[in-house]
Protein backbone atom coordinates (compact mmCIF):
# COMPACT_ATOMS: atom_id res chain seq x y z
CA UNK A 1 0.00 0.00 0.00
CA UNK A 2 3.06 2.36 0.65
CA UNK A 3 4.47 2.20 -3.11
CA UNK A 4 2.71 4.72 -4.18
CA UNK A 5 1.64 7.03 -1.33
CA UNK A 6 4.63 9.32 -2.16
CA UNK A 7 3.64 10.31 -5.80
CA UNK A 8 -0.54 10.31 -4.61
CA UNK A 9 0.46 13.27 -1.35
CA UNK A 10 2.47 14.85 -4.22
CA UNK A 11 -0.46 15.15 -6.53
CA UNK A 12 -2.81 16.05 -3.75
CA UNK A 13 -0.75 18.52 -2.76
CA UNK A 14 -0.30 20.24 -5.56
CA UNK A 15 -4.09 20.18 -6.65
CA UNK A 16 -4.42 21.74 -2.90
CA UNK A 17 -1.82 24.28 -3.56
CA UNK A 18 -2.86 26.05 -6.90
CA UNK A 19 -6.38 26.20 -4.41
CA UNK A 20 -4.52 28.58 -2.22
CA UNK A 21 -3.14 31.40 -4.25
CA UNK A 22 -4.31 34.77 -2.90
CA UNK A 23 -2.78 37.90 -2.29
CA UNK A 24 -2.43 39.37 0.99
CA UNK A 25 -1.46 42.68 2.65
CA UNK A 26 1.72 43.73 4.37
CA UNK A 27 1.42 43.95 8.43
CA UNK A 28 3.59 45.50 10.96
CA UNK A 29 2.42 43.42 13.95
CA UNK A 30 -0.22 40.04 14.66
CA UNK A 31 -2.86 40.76 16.29
CA UNK A 32 -3.79 39.93 19.48
CA UNK A 33 -5.98 36.83 19.63
CA UNK A 34 -4.81 35.36 16.53
CA UNK A 35 -4.58 31.73 16.92
CA UNK A 36 -1.87 30.13 15.34
CA UNK A 37 -1.49 26.02 14.51
CA UNK A 38 1.85 24.62 15.43
CA UNK A 39 2.85 21.26 14.96
CA UNK A 40 6.43 20.21 16.20
CA UNK A 41 8.24 17.14 17.15
CA UNK A 42 8.25 18.01 21.34
CA UNK A 43 5.43 16.06 21.91
CA UNK A 44 4.78 14.54 25.49
CA UNK A 45 7.75 12.59 26.73
CA UNK A 46 10.41 14.91 24.58
CA UNK A 47 13.01 16.25 26.32
CA UNK A 48 12.78 19.48 25.54
CA UNK A 49 8.91 19.69 26.00
CA UNK A 50 9.29 22.40 28.93
CA UNK A 51 11.71 24.48 27.26
CA UNK A 52 9.12 24.12 23.95
CA UNK A 53 6.12 25.14 26.38
CA UNK A 54 7.98 27.82 27.91
CA UNK A 55 9.14 29.37 24.98
CA UNK A 56 5.26 29.19 23.57
CA UNK A 57 4.49 30.62 26.51
CA UNK A 58 6.53 33.81 26.65
CA UNK A 59 5.36 34.26 22.83
CA UNK A 60 2.15 34.65 23.31
CA UNK A 61 2.73 36.62 26.74
CA UNK A 62 4.73 38.87 24.51
CA UNK A 63 2.02 39.09 21.39
CA UNK A 64 -1.35 38.14 22.81
CA UNK A 65 -1.07 35.54 19.79
CA UNK A 66 -2.79 31.99 21.01
CA UNK A 67 -0.58 28.86 19.96
CA UNK A 68 -2.81 25.98 19.36
CA UNK A 69 -0.47 23.26 20.25
CA UNK A 70 -0.41 20.11 18.16
CA UNK A 71 3.03 18.47 18.72
CA UNK A 72 3.47 14.88 18.85
CA UNK A 73 6.66 12.81 19.44
CA UNK A 74 8.36 12.21 16.65
CA UNK A 75 8.22 8.61 14.63
CA UNK A 76 7.35 7.24 11.36
CA UNK A 77 3.72 7.07 12.13
CA UNK A 78 3.80 11.19 12.68
CA UNK A 79 5.69 11.64 9.72
CA UNK A 80 2.72 10.11 7.81
CA UNK A 81 0.18 12.27 9.89
CA UNK A 82 2.20 15.41 9.06
CA UNK A 83 1.65 14.56 5.30
CA UNK A 84 -1.31 13.58 5.49
CA UNK A 85 -2.44 16.58 6.91
CA UNK A 86 -1.15 18.55 3.73
CA UNK A 87 -2.84 16.31 1.91
CA UNK A 88 -6.62 16.86 2.99
CA UNK A 89 -5.58 20.70 3.45
CA UNK A 90 -5.36 20.05 7.05
CA UNK A 91 -1.61 21.49 7.63
CA UNK A 92 -0.19 23.82 10.45
CA UNK A 93 0.46 27.75 10.01
CA UNK A 94 3.62 26.50 11.41
CA UNK A 95 5.73 23.18 11.36
CA UNK A 96 8.77 22.01 13.13
CA UNK A 97 9.62 19.26 10.70
CA UNK A 98 12.83 17.03 8.94
CA UNK A 99 14.28 19.35 6.49
CA UNK A 100 15.22 16.15 4.32
CA UNK A 101 13.89 14.09 1.67
CA UNK A 102 11.06 13.85 3.99
CA UNK A 103 9.55 17.42 3.32
CA UNK A 104 9.77 17.41 -0.32
CA UNK A 105 6.18 16.41 -0.98
CA UNK A 106 4.88 19.67 0.70
CA UNK A 107 7.90 21.51 -0.86
CA UNK A 108 7.49 20.58 -4.12
CA UNK A 109 3.66 21.09 -4.13
CA UNK A 110 4.18 24.88 -3.16
CA UNK A 111 2.67 24.23 0.53
CA UNK A 112 5.61 26.26 2.17
CA UNK A 113 7.28 29.18 1.71
CA UNK A 114 10.59 30.01 0.78
CA UNK A 115 13.17 31.83 3.83
CA UNK A 116 13.97 34.01 0.39
CA UNK A 117 10.05 34.94 -0.15
CA UNK A 118 10.23 35.87 3.12
CA UNK A 119 12.85 37.92 3.36
CA UNK A 120 11.82 40.01 0.75
CA UNK A 121 9.08 41.28 3.23
CA UNK A 122 11.12 40.73 6.31
CA UNK A 123 14.41 41.09 5.27
CA UNK A 124 16.33 40.33 8.66
CA UNK A 125 14.05 36.62 8.27
CA UNK A 126 16.54 33.99 9.84
CA UNK A 127 19.44 36.09 9.33
CA UNK A 128 20.97 34.98 12.64
CA UNK A 129 21.44 31.90 11.39
CA UNK A 130 25.12 30.30 9.31
CA UNK A 131 23.36 29.75 5.76
CA UNK A 132 25.97 27.16 4.63
CA UNK A 133 23.78 24.92 7.82
CA UNK A 134 20.35 25.57 6.48
CA UNK A 135 18.77 22.79 4.51
CA UNK A 136 18.73 23.02 1.08
CA UNK A 137 15.82 21.88 -1.63
CA UNK A 138 15.80 20.08 -4.35
CA UNK A 139 14.78 23.02 -6.41
CA UNK A 140 17.86 24.82 -4.82
CA UNK A 141 15.98 27.16 -1.89
CA UNK A 142 16.03 27.13 1.66
CA UNK A 143 12.84 27.15 3.63
CA UNK A 144 13.43 25.49 7.00
CA UNK A 145 15.04 27.87 9.72
CA UNK A 146 17.38 25.56 11.40
CA UNK A 147 16.43 24.52 15.11
CA UNK A 148 19.20 22.73 17.83
CA UNK A 149 20.77 20.06 15.81
CA UNK A 150 21.45 16.63 16.85
CA UNK A 151 24.96 13.94 17.76
CA UNK A 152 24.02 10.46 18.28
CA UNK A 153 26.63 8.36 20.64
CA UNK A 154 26.68 5.55 23.54
CA UNK A 155 25.26 5.99 26.44
CA UNK A 156 26.61 4.22 29.51
CA UNK A 157 25.20 3.12 32.65
CA UNK A 158 28.10 2.70 34.60
CA UNK A 159 26.40 1.43 37.35
CA UNK A 160 26.03 -1.88 35.61
CA UNK A 161 29.41 -1.61 34.28
CA UNK A 162 30.59 -1.69 37.53
CA UNK A 163 28.37 -4.41 38.79
CA UNK A 164 30.07 -6.45 36.52
CA UNK A 165 33.25 -5.64 36.27
CA UNK A 166 33.85 -4.34 33.10
CA UNK A 167 35.77 -1.19 32.78
CA UNK A 168 34.29 2.28 31.45
CA UNK A 169 35.03 2.98 27.13
CA UNK A 170 37.36 5.45 26.07
CA UNK A 171 38.15 7.24 22.43
CA UNK A 172 39.85 4.06 21.86
CA UNK A 173 36.96 2.04 22.14
CA UNK A 174 36.61 -0.70 19.88
CA UNK A 175 34.33 -3.42 18.65
CA UNK A 176 35.90 -6.27 19.63
CA UNK A 177 36.56 -4.95 23.01
CA UNK A 178 32.68 -4.34 22.43
CA UNK A 179 31.82 -7.56 22.20
CA UNK A 180 33.78 -8.96 24.74
CA UNK A 181 32.67 -6.61 27.29
CA UNK A 182 28.86 -7.78 26.29
CA UNK A 183 29.39 -11.02 26.61
CA UNK A 184 30.67 -10.40 30.39
CA UNK A 185 27.95 -8.28 30.90
CA UNK A 186 25.32 -10.55 29.64
CA UNK A 187 26.94 -13.61 31.40
CA UNK A 188 26.59 -11.62 34.83
CA UNK A 189 22.48 -11.28 34.27
CA UNK A 190 21.71 -7.91 32.62
CA UNK A 191 20.96 -6.86 28.91
CA UNK A 192 24.44 -5.41 27.27
CA UNK A 193 22.62 -3.35 24.74
CA UNK A 194 18.86 -1.31 25.60
CA UNK A 195 17.85 -1.05 22.22
CA UNK A 196 14.18 -1.64 20.07
CA UNK A 197 14.29 -3.31 17.19
CA UNK A 198 10.34 -3.50 16.71
CA UNK A 199 10.50 1.00 17.11
CA UNK A 200 13.77 1.97 16.97
CA UNK A 201 16.51 0.40 14.93
CA UNK A 202 17.53 3.61 13.68
CA UNK A 203 21.00 4.49 15.72
CA UNK A 204 22.50 0.85 16.07
CA UNK A 205 21.64 0.89 12.24
CA UNK A 206 23.19 4.10 11.60
CA UNK A 207 26.52 2.95 13.55
CA UNK A 208 26.22 -0.48 12.45
CA UNK A 209 26.68 1.22 8.59
CA UNK A 210 29.36 3.55 9.28
CA UNK A 211 31.43 1.01 11.41
CA UNK A 212 31.28 -0.67 7.89
CA UNK A 213 32.44 2.43 5.57
CA UNK A 214 33.83 5.40 6.41
CA UNK A 215 33.02 9.05 6.86
CA UNK A 216 33.21 9.70 3.31
CA UNK A 217 31.26 7.23 1.88
CA UNK A 218 28.46 6.68 4.99
CA UNK A 219 25.70 9.16 2.24
CA UNK A 220 25.93 7.10 -0.28
CA UNK A 221 22.86 5.55 -0.87
CA UNK A 222 22.54 1.86 -2.90
CA UNK A 223 21.10 1.62 -5.92
CA UNK A 224 19.44 -0.88 -7.81
CA UNK A 225 19.80 -1.87 -11.58
CA UNK A 226 17.12 -3.83 -13.29
CA UNK A 227 15.17 -4.15 -9.82
CA UNK A 228 18.24 -6.13 -8.43
CA UNK A 229 20.83 -4.51 -6.19
CA UNK A 230 23.99 -3.30 -7.32
CA UNK A 231 26.52 -4.62 -4.43
CA UNK A 232 28.69 -1.94 -4.64
CA UNK A 233 30.68 -0.68 -2.07
CA UNK A 234 27.58 0.79 -0.09
CA UNK A 235 25.31 -1.64 -0.67
CA UNK A 236 28.28 -3.85 1.13
CA UNK A 237 28.36 -1.44 3.88
CA UNK A 238 24.59 -1.91 4.31
CA UNK A 239 24.51 -5.36 4.29
CA UNK A 240 27.17 -6.32 6.90
CA UNK A 241 26.00 -3.52 8.91
CA UNK A 242 23.00 -5.31 9.33
CA UNK A 243 24.87 -8.94 9.62
CA UNK A 244 26.20 -7.27 12.98
CA UNK A 245 23.17 -6.34 14.18
CA UNK A 246 21.83 -9.91 13.71
CA UNK A 247 25.25 -10.93 15.32
CA UNK A 248 24.25 -9.05 18.42
CA UNK A 249 20.83 -10.62 18.98
CA UNK A 250 21.77 -14.13 18.16
CA UNK A 251 24.50 -13.49 20.92
CA UNK A 252 21.62 -12.38 23.40
CA UNK A 253 23.52 -9.05 23.69
CA UNK A 254 19.96 -7.27 22.60
CA UNK A 255 17.26 -7.25 25.36
CA UNK A 256 15.00 -10.07 25.39
CA UNK A 257 11.87 -8.42 23.79
CA UNK A 258 13.48 -6.61 21.45
CA UNK A 259 11.46 -7.52 18.57
CA UNK A 260 8.29 -6.42 20.61
CA UNK A 261 9.35 -3.74 22.93
CA UNK A 262 8.88 0.11 22.80
CA UNK A 263 11.57 2.58 22.46
CA UNK A 264 10.17 3.96 26.15
CA UNK A 265 10.44 0.75 27.35
CA UNK A 266 14.12 -0.37 26.60
CA UNK A 267 15.53 3.01 27.66
CA UNK A 268 13.71 2.11 30.91
CA UNK A 269 15.62 -0.86 30.80
CA UNK A 270 19.04 1.06 30.61
CA UNK A 271 17.90 4.04 32.52
CA UNK A 272 16.84 1.10 35.81
CA UNK A 273 20.31 0.06 35.39
CA UNK A 274 19.35 -3.44 33.96
CA UNK A 275 21.14 -2.46 30.89
CA UNK A 276 24.66 -1.45 30.41
CA UNK A 277 24.44 0.36 26.98
CA UNK A 278 22.14 2.51 24.75
CA UNK A 279 22.83 3.84 21.28
CA UNK A 280 20.78 7.25 21.02
CA UNK A 281 20.76 10.81 20.43
CA UNK A 282 21.56 14.12 22.30
CA UNK A 283 17.17 14.30 22.88
CA UNK A 284 17.82 11.46 25.64
CA UNK A 285 20.32 13.82 27.76
CA UNK A 286 16.77 16.05 28.34
CA UNK A 287 15.12 12.67 28.33
CA UNK A 288 16.95 11.02 31.22
CA UNK A 289 16.89 14.20 32.60
CA UNK A 290 13.57 15.09 33.54
CA UNK A 291 12.25 11.14 33.65
CA UNK A 292 15.09 10.18 35.74
CA UNK A 293 16.51 12.67 37.59
CA UNK A 294 17.63 10.50 40.69
CA UNK A 295 20.05 8.43 38.24
CA UNK A 296 21.98 10.81 36.57
CA UNK A 297 25.16 10.41 38.28
CA UNK A 298 24.83 6.49 36.86
CA UNK A 299 24.81 7.68 33.32
CA UNK A 300 28.02 8.90 31.16
CA UNK A 301 28.19 9.90 27.07
CA UNK A 302 30.89 7.86 26.04
CA UNK A 303 31.83 6.68 22.30
CA UNK A 304 30.30 3.81 20.32
CA UNK A 305 32.92 1.18 19.56
CA UNK A 306 34.88 2.03 16.09
CA UNK A 307 35.03 -0.94 13.51
CA UNK A 308 37.48 -1.15 10.69
CA UNK A 309 38.34 2.66 8.95
CA UNK A 310 36.23 3.69 11.68
CA UNK A 311 37.77 5.79 14.93
CA UNK A 312 35.47 5.42 17.72
CA UNK A 313 35.50 9.35 17.91
CA UNK A 314 34.09 9.32 14.71
CA UNK A 315 30.29 10.05 15.11
CA UNK A 316 26.64 10.75 13.50
CA UNK A 317 25.02 14.31 13.44
CA UNK A 318 23.95 17.94 12.21
CA UNK A 319 21.03 19.65 11.95
CA UNK A 320 18.32 17.81 10.80
CA UNK A 321 14.79 19.83 11.70
CA UNK A 322 13.83 23.30 11.24
CA UNK A 323 10.72 25.74 11.28
CA UNK A 324 8.81 26.08 8.00
CA UNK A 325 6.27 28.58 7.44
CA UNK A 326 3.20 27.06 5.31
CA UNK A 327 1.76 28.96 2.29
CA UNK A 328 -1.53 28.69 3.89
CA UNK A 329 -0.36 30.85 6.77
CA UNK A 330 1.41 33.26 4.42
CA UNK A 331 -2.00 33.78 2.27
CA UNK A 332 -3.81 34.98 5.47
CA UNK A 333 -3.17 38.28 6.10
CA UNK A 334 -3.31 37.84 9.89
CA UNK A 335 -1.42 34.54 10.26
CA UNK A 336 1.49 35.65 8.43
CA UNK A 337 3.04 38.34 10.93
CA UNK A 338 2.11 35.64 13.32
CA UNK A 339 3.80 32.95 11.98
CA UNK A 340 7.12 34.92 11.32
CA UNK A 341 6.96 36.72 14.78
CA UNK A 342 6.61 32.87 16.46
CA UNK A 343 9.74 31.48 14.32
CA UNK A 344 11.26 34.47 15.16
CA UNK A 345 11.06 34.21 18.69
CA UNK A 346 11.66 30.38 18.76
CA UNK A 347 14.95 30.72 16.76
CA UNK A 348 16.40 33.55 19.31
CA UNK A 349 19.89 32.81 20.69
CA UNK A 350 17.49 33.39 23.99
CA UNK A 351 15.26 30.83 23.27
CA UNK A 352 17.17 28.15 21.42
CA UNK A 353 19.59 28.70 24.24
CA UNK A 354 16.99 27.00 26.73
CA UNK A 355 16.90 23.73 24.27
CA UNK A 356 20.24 23.82 23.94
CA UNK A 357 22.78 21.91 26.18
CA UNK A 358 25.24 19.93 24.24
CA UNK A 359 23.64 20.04 20.40
CA UNK A 360 24.87 21.26 17.23
CA UNK A 361 23.60 24.94 16.47
CA UNK A 362 23.58 27.43 13.49
CA UNK A 363 23.67 30.30 15.47
CA UNK A 364 26.01 32.96 13.85
CA UNK A 365 26.93 34.23 17.60
CA UNK A 366 26.21 30.24 19.16
CA UNK A 367 24.18 29.83 22.34
CA UNK A 368 24.71 29.85 25.91
CA UNK A 369 23.31 26.65 28.02
CA UNK A 370 23.33 27.38 31.85
CA UNK A 371 23.38 25.05 34.91
CA UNK A 372 24.53 21.76 33.43
CA UNK A 373 23.96 18.52 35.17
CA UNK A 374 26.41 15.54 35.28
CA UNK A 375 25.11 14.07 31.51
CA UNK A 376 25.08 17.25 30.00
CA UNK A 377 28.78 17.60 31.28
CA UNK A 378 29.85 13.88 30.43
CA UNK A 379 28.05 14.46 26.42
CA UNK A 380 29.83 17.94 26.09
CA UNK A 381 33.21 16.55 27.13
CA UNK A 382 32.76 13.46 24.76
CA UNK A 383 31.69 15.93 22.18
CA UNK A 384 34.70 18.04 22.79
CA UNK A 385 37.11 14.81 21.40
CA UNK A 386 34.85 14.18 18.56
CA UNK A 387 37.20 14.06 15.51
CA UNK A 388 34.88 13.68 12.71
CA UNK A 389 30.85 13.74 12.06
CA UNK A 390 28.28 12.89 9.31
CA UNK A 391 24.78 13.07 8.76
CA UNK A 392 22.51 10.07 8.99
CA UNK A 393 22.12 7.96 5.70
CA UNK A 394 18.53 6.94 6.29
CA UNK A 395 17.80 10.63 5.99
CA UNK A 396 18.63 10.37 2.12
CA UNK A 397 15.85 7.64 1.39
CA UNK A 398 12.55 8.43 1.50
CA UNK A 399 10.24 7.31 4.55
CA UNK A 400 8.73 4.56 2.28
CA UNK A 401 11.95 3.00 1.93
CA UNK A 402 12.83 3.50 5.86
CA UNK A 403 9.91 1.68 6.99
CA UNK A 404 11.00 -1.37 4.63
CA UNK A 405 13.78 -1.17 5.85
CA UNK A 406 13.44 -0.91 9.71
CA UNK A 407 10.59 -3.49 9.55
CA UNK A 408 12.88 -5.89 7.59
CA UNK A 409 15.60 -5.91 9.85
CA UNK A 410 13.43 -7.67 12.63
CA UNK A 411 13.17 -10.58 9.72
CA UNK A 412 16.78 -10.58 9.06
CA UNK A 413 17.91 -10.98 12.96
CA UNK A 414 15.21 -14.20 13.23
CA UNK A 415 16.81 -15.59 9.92
CA UNK A 416 13.40 -15.07 7.79
CA UNK A 417 15.32 -12.81 5.23
CA UNK A 418 18.99 -12.23 4.05
CA UNK A 419 20.13 -8.60 4.31
CA UNK A 420 20.58 -8.38 1.02
CA UNK A 421 17.10 -9.21 0.25
CA UNK A 422 16.35 -6.07 2.82
CA UNK A 423 18.76 -3.78 1.54
CA UNK A 424 17.59 -4.73 -2.09
CA UNK A 425 13.69 -4.28 -1.26
CA UNK A 426 14.15 -0.89 0.62
CA UNK A 427 16.34 0.20 -2.15
CA UNK A 428 13.73 -0.72 -4.96
CA UNK A 429 10.76 1.38 -3.05
CA UNK A 430 13.31 4.40 -2.98
CA UNK A 431 13.73 4.46 -6.47
CA UNK A 432 10.35 4.04 -7.51
CA UNK A 433 9.28 7.34 -9.16
Not at 35 to 55: H, I, M, P, Q, W
Not at 244 to 250: S, V
Amino acid sequence: MKKHIAELLLAALVLFSLAGCIKTEKKKDPDKGVELNVVTSYGRGDGNRKSFEAAVASYEAKTGVKVIDGSSTSNEEWKNDVLTDFMTGSEPDVLFYFTDVDAEPFINAGRVVSIEEIREEYPDYATNMKQAMMAVASDGKHYAVPSTGYWENLFVNRRVLKACGVSLSGPDYNWDSFLRDCETIRRAGYTPLACSLFEIPHYLFEFAVLNNGTLDTHLKIPHCEGGHLVRDDAAESWIAGIEDIKALYQQGYLPENTLTATDAETVDLFAQGKAAFLIDGSWKVGYLTEYYPDHLDDFVVSFVPGKGARKATEAIGGISMGYFITRKAWNDPQKREAAVSFVFHMTSEEVLSSFITTEVTALIDGASPKGLNAIQRSAAETNGQITGIVGAVQDGISSEAKSELFADIQKCVTGQMSAEAAVEAAIRLNEEP
